[in-house]
């Protein structure tokens, strides 16, 4: 019976093991830090598996229940969900033992995942005949595509190619959070609002949408391929202003009593806070590089992936929509840890010492969410 309901849809298995993955590689990159880690381990390892293996768990967990929404066909289940499961688990295996497995093996098992991954949701969509969400698929192809690039460089078969495959894998990512974000986020608040009896309501227009997607695309390639040229810099700093003015019209601050709500808000606003940090670091001022990048990947990628998760389990396992007083404070802690992570080097604090202060804010984070959602994730869907 656990089995049969821990497959009833990907968002229970691939919700638990991203968070326990999210925990795991962590803990692993901080020990190669301090001496103690695996072979192969690596800072494009930390950051491969912190997108492919946990947020990349993350979105298959999300497309695949809300694509039977969407097409109104049956959920992904049983044994081709299982099947996805063991690809994401040999993938994981695979580069945990970088060190020790031929390089070809880790690439070839490492693809398994993404790829059945597109064939499943491509199934769902084309013959659901969801146009509005063949966009989705040609993301995640993308994704599979950029995954392959990096163990091309991995392999040295492509001199560079990690680094490239790295900041290709995170725009693409960031692009399915402005898109999914751009879906959730408006329709949740402007449901809350109504049911408050408010009229004030948000906007989400589609010339807005577009700029947002076209400077998420366009910084994406040039943050990819010219780092520090200024035409990045300013890319950066307009999809920072238009990501802001997105959010700003979506009424976050009208959803403050409604933490489950208001946490959707606050993981989107490190989009635009990403960005500036992005522009500024190109162009000199203050910050550096690496802060623009864990505020998007820490701050949006991971908060995003903590909002939905949590919102997500709940709807969908029959649970009220109320965030308990742990999951706030796991929602506190993340985004502590994020500031930390990004604001400590400039308070002259050691590097190791942000790291394991970011970290252990970030494992804290997901071993709640662990032992707040086990439960709901693993048992039958409430009546």
Not at 147 to 174: C, D, F, K, M
Not at 183 to 202: D, M, Y
């Amino acid at each position: 019976m656990a089995a049969r309901t821990l497959f009833s849809y990907a968002f229970r298995p691939f919700f638990l093991l991203a968070a326990a993955y999210a925990i795991t590689a962590i803990l692993l990159w901080v020990l190669t830090l301090h001496g103690a880690g695996l072979p192969g381990i690596t800072p494009w390892w930390h950051s491969h598996e912190l997108l492919v293996g946990f947020a990349l768990a993350a979105v298959a967990g999300f497309s695949l229940t809300a694509v039977a929404n969407w097409t109104g066909r049956p959920a992904v289940h049983g044994i081709p969900l299982a099947w996805l499961v063991f690809f994401w688990l040999a993938g994981r295996f695979a580069m945990l033992l970088t060190g020790w497995l031929p390089g070809y093996l880790v690439a070839i098992l490492d693809m398994l995942f993404p790829l059945l991954l597109c064939l499943l949701l491509g199934r769902e969509i084309i013959a659901g005949r969801s146009k509005r969400n063949y966009v989705l698929l040609v993301i995640l192809g993308f994704l599979a595509v950029f995954n392959s690039l990096y163990h091309l460089g991995a392999n040295q078969l492509l001199a560079g190619g990690e680094r490239i495959a790295i900041y290709l894998l995170v725009h693409t990512i960031l692009l399915l959070v402005t898109i999914i974000a751009g879906r959730i986020v408006p329709a949740f608040t402007g449901n809350w609002l109504r049911s408050q009896g408010q009229s004030t309501l948000p906007v989400n227009h589609d010339l807005v949408n577009r700029a947002a997607l076209l400077l998420t695309i366009l910084v994406g390639l040039a943050a990819s391929f010219a780092p520090t040229h200024a035409i990045t810099g300013t890319l950066a700093l307009l999809a920072a202003a238009v990501h802001a003015f997105r959010l700003g019209r979506w009424k976050g601050f009208a959803t403050n009593a409604n933490p489950l709500l208001f946490v959707l808000h606050t993981a989107y606003a490190w989009l635009p806070v990403g960005y500036f940090l992005l522009g500024c670091s190109v162009f000199g001022w203050l910050f550096t590089p690496t802060a623009a990048l864990h505020a998007l990947t820490m701050g949006a990628i991971g908060s995003i992936v903590l909002a939905v998760i949590t919102r997500v389990s709940l709807g969908h396992t029959g649970r009220p929509l109320h965030a308990t007083r742990a999951t706030i404070f796991a929602y506190w802690v993340l985004a502590t840890a994020v500031m930390v992570r990004v604001l400590g080097p400039m308070t002259g604090a050691g590097y190791l010492l942000v790291v394991d202060l970011a970290a252990a804010g970030w494992v804290l984070t997901f071993v709640l969410f662990l032992w707040i959602y086990w439960p709901i994730l693993s048992r039958p869907k409430q009546a």
